[in-house]
Each structure stands twice: as C-alpha cells, then as structure tokens.
C-alpha cells in the first residue's frame, strides 16, 4: 500500500467587527480538484450552519462570536475535523458553545456519516450506546436526561485509532459538566468495523 500523505491545510479568517470572528479550514492542494471543491464547500456549509443556529437560538443581539476548528485526524486518508462556535448573547449569563464535525474519505472520495464507518449487517448503534452508558457508570457522568441510546446520525469525530461520539450542552449533562464526549477505541468495535472504511485504514499496522 503506498503512503498516504497527510493533506496541506490552510486556515482562513473570517471577521465582522472586533468581537466577531470565524477561522475556518481549506484545503488548498488535492489530485482530485472536484472533491477538493466538494470538501471546502462542505466547511464552508458546516460554518455557516453554526452561526445560522446560534442567531437562531435566542432571540438576542449576538455580542461576540468566535468560532475555530481541530483538525481530529488527518493520515491514512481519513481526514476529520470539529468545529466549535462559542457565541456571548447581550445580558446573558453565560455564553454558548456548539461543536460539529465533518469526516471525509479521501481514498473513496466522500463525506462520512457515522453508518458508513460499520458493517452493513451490524448493530452499531447498539454496540456503540452499550459502550457508552458503561463509560457514563464508570466516569460516574451526571445526567439531567435517562441515556436511551446514540442517534443513527450521532455526531462524532474520528482521532487516530479512536471514534469520539459526543452530545452537545445540555444534551445529556448539565452545562457545568461541558460536552459529553465518548472516546472509543476501535479496537473494542474491530468485530463490527468495515474493513474497507475508514476505520478499517485506520486499525491497519503498515
């Protein structure tokens, strides 16, 4: 299998006023142009989004808003980001953050949904809740609502040889206890994993 190089990424800056600033990712060389194109459009969309719903969110003039990003992984052609959106409403209390996050397979050239990363005849979402509400018992994690389970359409992000599931404030814990996140190895999951995914590259020793 031949080396697959990390993708060359650029940060852009976006800002309205001293207290309003977006820095966001592009990719700047790829063979494949078109799905180069399709993977800045698909931040550029997923940025948007952000700001869309916290202008949307409370019916209050937006004093600051910061938004930044982390590159999660970004080797074996499995590149994934999280995108945060910190926004400060007038007189509120405190300010609000939310987190997304894009997964791409640059070897199959698409956007990754959580589906995508598990056999088509497993159970991943129950493989994946039981391993969470095991790690909320042992972390001894405060809810303010019963776990029942992760979403077909959970979010998560991929970070070497680990998928982190995570549920935005207020979600599932109090605002005081930050985002739930999920780490979980691949290898508790090798049995459901699609070997010719993005994880399946990932678990690989060579």
Do not use: W
């Amino acid at each position: 299998m031949p080396i697959a190089l990390p993708v060359t990424i650029y940060s852009y800056t976006v800002t309205d006023g001293p207290n309003k600033k977006i820095i966001y990712p592009q990719i700047i060389y790829m063979q494949n142009e078109i799905f180069k194109r399709e993977i800045n459009q698909a931040i550029v969309e997923k940025n948007q989004e952000l700001i869309d719903q916290q202008i949307d969110q409370i019916p209050s003039n937006v004093e600051e808003m910061i938004g930044t990003y982390d590159i999660k992984n970004n080797q074996r052609q499995v590149l994934s980001f999280a995108f945060s959106n910190y926004t400060y409403y007038h007189q509120a209390a405190h300010g609000l953050t939310i987190i997304k996050s894009l997964t791409f397979d640059l070897e199959k050239e698409n956007t990754c949904e959580l589906k995508d990363l598990f056999k088509t005849d497993s159970d991943y979402i129950q493989k994946l809740s039981s391993l969470i509400e095991k790690q909320i018992k042992q972390r001894d994690i405060p809810l303010i609502n019963d776990f029942t389970g992760i979403t077909p359409n959970q979010d998560f992000y991929i970070a070497d040889k680990t998928i982190v599931i995570y549920f935005q404030l207020y979600e599932l814990t109090p605002y005081v206890f930050g985002f739930p996140m999920f780490p979980i190895s691949l290898y508790d999951i090798q049995d459901i994993i699609n070997e010719d995914g993005p994880l399946g590259r990932l678990m690989t020793n060579n």
